[in-house]
C-alpha cells in the first residue's frame, strides 16, 4: 500500500491542506491560491476528483480558493461550519450556493464525524486512516453568542487525522472555547505528532498548555507574521520560541519552509519524514526540489515584533 502523504500549503497568514490517502483518495482541508492547490492537485492526482472538502470556517483566508476547485474538479462531499449564530461574508454564502448548484452532499457539522477515506468502518479498520471532525455545539455557539463574543474563528471544525499510531490536528481557527470541547468529547485520548497550530499561532489559538497536552514533535505554523493581521503574535512568538527549545521539538513557520510535505511510510511505529520546498507565498510548488525541514528563528521572529 502507498504511503499518506500531507502537504501544508505556504499561502501566507491562511490555511490549506491537502491529503492524499494510501487508497489515492484527496482531502482538502481549507483552500486559498488558486493557482497553487491546482498545482498540488495536478501533480499528486492528475485530473482526479476531490473525495473530501472540508471548509473550517466562514473567513476568506480559509476557501478564497474553493469556488475554483468547485469549477475544476469533481468534488464528492463537502463539510462545512454552521453558521446559524454567525452568518460569515457574502462570499461564504456564495460558495453554499455554488455547491448546492453543483449539487454535491454537504454537512453543516456542529459536532462530532469519523469517517474512513479508504473504506472501512469501526474498530474493523482501525489499521487505515481515519478522519476526525468536530465541529462546535450550538450550546457553546448560543452562550457566546448571548455574551457577545461570538466570532467566526469559533465556528472552526478541527480535524485530526490518524493512521495506526501517526497522528495530526489540523486546527483550523480554533479558540479556546474550541479547545474546551475537544477535551470534553474525549479527542485528547491519544496525544499528536504533528500540530497544524490553531489560528496561524495567536495567543487565544495555540495556548502553552495546549501545545503540552498534545505534545507534538512538529507544529507547523501557517502563517506571514508580515503580512496585515500580523500573526503569529507576540505570546503566540514567545510561546513557539520556548517549544521550539525542547527535546525533540520543532516549531515551523510556513513563511520560512514553503510548503510542508510529510510522508507516513511506516504507520504501525508512526514514522514519518517532513521536507520543505522553500517557495514563496506566490509561487508554485517545485516538486522534486524538496530537502530537509528548514528551521525557524523564532527569537529572530520574537525580537522583530518587541523592535516593532
Not at 124 to 138: I, K, Q, S, T
Amino acid at each position: 500500500m502507498a504511503d499518506l502523504e500531507i502537504y501544508v500549503l505556504n499561502v501566507g497568514q491562511a490555511d490549506t491542506a491537502i491529503i492524499r490517502t494510501p487508497g489515492d483518495h484527496i482531502i482538502v482541508i481549507d483552500a486559498v491560491k488558486p493557482h497553487k492547490v491546482k498545482g498540488v492537485l495536478d501533480e499528486i492526482k492528475p485530473g482526479g476528483p476531490i473525495s473530501h472538502l472540508i471548509v473550517t470556517h466562514p473567513h476568506l483566508d480559509h476557501y478564497a480558493a474553493v469556488s475554483s476547485l468547485l469549477a475544476a474538479y469533481p468534488v464528492q462531499k463537502v463539510t462545512l461550519a454552521p453558521f446559524w449564530y454567525e452568518p460569515g461574508t457574502p462570499g461564504y454564502h456564495k460558495i453554499i450556493n455554488r455547491i448546492q448548484e453543483k449539487q454535491v452532499p454537504v454537512r453543516f457539522l456542529s459536532g462530532y464525524e469519523r469517517f474512513y477515506p479508504d473504506g472501512g468502518t469501526y474498530p474493523a479498520y482501525e489499521n487505515r486512516p481515519y478522519v476526525e471532525l468536530l465541529g462546535p455545539p450550538n450550546t457553546i455557539l448560543e452562550g457566546l453568542n448571548k455574551s457577545h463574543e461570538l466570532t467566526p474563528n469559533h465556528l472552526s471544525v478541527i480535524a485530526r487525522l490518524t493512521y495506526e499510531e501517526f497522528s495530526m490536528v489540523f486546527a483550523a481557527d480554533a479558540q479556546m472555547e474550541n479547545w474546551a470541547h475537544y477535551d470534553t468529547e474525549g479527542m485528547l485520548t491519544k496525544k499528536c505528532d504533528v500540530l497544524k497550530a490553531a489560528h496561524h499561532g495567536s495567543r487565544r489559538g495555540s495556548q502553552w498548555e495546549r501545545l503540552e497536552r498534545l505534545a507534538p514533535g512538529l507544529v507547523i505554523v501557517s502563517s506571514d507574521p508580515d503580512s496585515g493581521h500580523e500573526l503569529p503574535d507576540l505570546i503566540g512568538s514567545v510561546i513557539f520560541l520556548e517549544y521550539d527549545r525542547g527535546k525533540n521539538c520543532t516549531v515551523a513557520l510556513t513563511r520560512e519552509t514553503g510548503t510542508i510535505k510529510i510522508v507516513v511510510d511506516n504507520p504501525a511505529s508512526g514514522r514519518y519524514t517532513a521536507a520543505s520546498y522553500g517557495e514563496g507565498v506566490e509561487d508554485g510548488v517545485p516538486f522534486g526540489s524538496e530537502g530537509p525541514l528548514r528551521k525557524t528563528d523564532w527569537a529572530a521572529v520574537v525580537g522583530a515584533k518587541i523592535g516593532g
